[in-house]
């Protein structure tokens, strides 16, 4: 069992930035694929970033290399941060843990967080 609780939303100006943390419990936190995914209102869920274990992050098109994210495994904790932000960022950002290939995909997370909001004023 994986409980995650994030945190770092807020309201921030376009062009400012954010960190986003998901605190995970469970002792086996380095093997999980550590995911981010946002939900904007009246929208569906959308995957952001991933943090694999033992590979590269994966990260979605849209960003255009303006999300970053990290993983702590001592600390059993991934960060995305979020840079040059956009009004269309606005969303309610939620933490997933899983164990499958499918990194991008809601299905491949068994575990989320209760999300944090994210909203950004133009």
């Known amino acids: 069992q994986v409980q995650l609780v994030e945190s770092g939303g807020g309201l921030v100006q376009a062009g400012g930035s954010l960190r986003l943390s998901c605190a995970a419990s469970?002792?086996?936190?380095?093997?999980?694929?550590m995911g981010w995914f946002r939900q904007a209102p009246g929208k569906e869920r959308e995957f952001v970033a991933a943090?694999?274990?033992?590979?590269?992050?994966v990260y979605a098109a849209f960003l255009k290399g303006r999300f970053t994210i990290t993983r702590d495994n001592a600390k059993k904790a991934v960060y995305l941060q979020l840079n040059s932000l956009k009004p269309e960022d606005t969303a309610v950002y939620y933490c997933?843990?899983?164990?499958?290939?499918?990194?991008?995909?809601?299905?491949?997370?068994?575990?989320w967080g209760q999300g944090t909001q994210v909203t950004v004023s133009s």
């Open positions: 997933a843990a899983g164990l499958s290939t499918r990194s991008n995909t809601e299905g491949g997370y068994d575990y």
């Open positions: 943090s694999l274990s033992g590979s590269t992050p």
């Open positions: 469970g002792r086996t936190f380095s093997n999980y694929n």
